[in-house]
């Protein structure tokens, strides 16, 4: 008998997360649509009768230009990382678990 009343209960929680995620989803959605609807009327309002801004085109020149870059001498090259006096790769830990005990 408590099993029958703890997956109705199951089911019965599973039911609320769902209708609140589709809740947040109309709310997200009424906020967005909301957005867009200021927007676009404060567009209109700043561009009514005018020309739209967003219908302008942009004309880029790429050319050569008197400036050049410095040549480095040493570009493409990646010296060899240094290796320890010791000859390890890497630096080793004095007492590698002392950390972990305390």
Request: aromatic share 8%; charged share 25%.
């Amino acid at each position: 008998m408590g099993t029958w009343r703890q997956e109705g209960r199951a089911i019965q929680d599973q039911m609320i997360k769902y209708e609140l995620i589709e809740w947040f989803q109309r709310a997200i959605d009424n906020s967005y649509r909301r957005l867009r609807e200021t927007a676009r009327h404060e567009w209109e309002s700043r561009f009514a009768g005018k020309e739209d801004p967003s219908d302008a085109s942009v004309s880029i020149r790429v050319g050569p230009s008197g400036i050049q870059s410095p040549v480095l001498p040493c570009a493409g090259y990646l010296p060899k990382p240094l290796r320890p006096c010791n000859g390890q790769t890497r630096p080793r830990l004095a007492h590698p678990l002392s950390r972990m005990t305390k």
